[in-house]
């Protein structure tokens, strides 16, 4: 009896720029619109991928999630993009691996406790440990050797919070940490998608992991060279650390 092909890992990024660089190097590619989105399918490492972007917030991220799994039978989706850094220690040029979400914009109060996503009893989604662990020894990998402006980026681990909107002010990031932590809810990072994904994938039972190349502190300075930064830094991070995953997912 033949085995069964393994199902695709989609690999979702933010930017076009780190779609790019990998589409450029997919093996076979093939070209599907679904959704009004444009999916590329095809191979990266000796894996079957299908690449993606989120597009941005939380709901056009969502409706990508939905179809790269109910359309495209993916078994694992990989999210790669930027954010902004809120917690200590969080430094430009860092690397955030998401190991939970919350949605710092859900406040369904007083029907629900502030964060607590109704009906789900519970405000965090976790990634998949498995993936994220594999996800984070492969940044660690991928960034062995480079700097950014004189330093090693650090790789960090924790909590990252999503909301439909560009955080970008100091005053404003020390209420949104500050009500997140007082309940009990401490982001390394701030970003517009991945606690939507996250949700997404639990609905499906689908393995989900991101990594997020820290561009700013999310404070008065967060829109400054911006472009640079991606094309310059983050999308050659998530493209080294994309090929490094791949390639120990598939040993």
């Known amino acids: ?13 933010a930017l076009a720029e780190e779609q790019a660089g ?10 599907v619109e679904h959704a009004g ?40 989706i990989v999210f790669t993009g930027v954010a902004g850094g809120v ?7 860092d690397v955030v691996v998401g190991t939970s979400y919350v949605q710092h914009d859900m406040d369904a109060s007083p029907l629900f406790p502030r964060y607590e996503v109704p009906l789900y009893g519970q405000a ?28 090693a980026p650090a790789v960090h ?6 909301g439909d909107r560009f955080v970008n002010g100091a005053s404003e990031v020390a209420a949104l940490v500050g009500a997140l932590t007082a309940a009990g809810h401490t982001p390394l990072a701030v970003e517009m998608e991945g606690a939507a994904v996250a ?7 689908v393995p989900f992991a991101a990594v997020r ?11 400054l060279d911006f472009s640079q930064f991606v094309n310059e830094v983050a999308s050659i991070y998530a493209r080294n650390i994309i090929h490094v995953l791949l390639s120990s997912l598939s040993k």
């Open 124 to 151: 965090v989604f976790a990634g998949e440990v498995a993936l994220c662990a594999a996800l984070q020894s492969a940044t660690g990998q991928a960034l062995a050797g480079t700097l950014h402006q004189g330093r």
């Open 37 to 76: 989105r444009t999916f590329w399918c095809g191979r990266l490492c000796g894996q079957p991928v299908v690449l993606a972007l989120s597009r941005i917030g939380k709901v056009a991220a969502a409706t990508t999630a939905t179809a790269l799994i109910a359309h495209f039978g993916v078994g694992r």
């Open 22 to 31: 990998l589409i450029e190097v997919l093996e076979s590619p093939r070209r």
């Open 87 to 93: 917690g200590a220690g969080v430094q430009v040029g």
């Open 199 to 205: 949700q997404v994938c639990a609905d499906y039972g």
């Open 1 to 13: 009896m033949t085995a069964a092909a393994p199902a695709p890992i989609a690999i979702l990024s």
């Open 213 to 223: 190349t820290i561009s700013d502190r999310a404070d008065d300075s967060a829109h």
């Open 157 to 162: 681990c924790g909590l990252i919070a999503s």
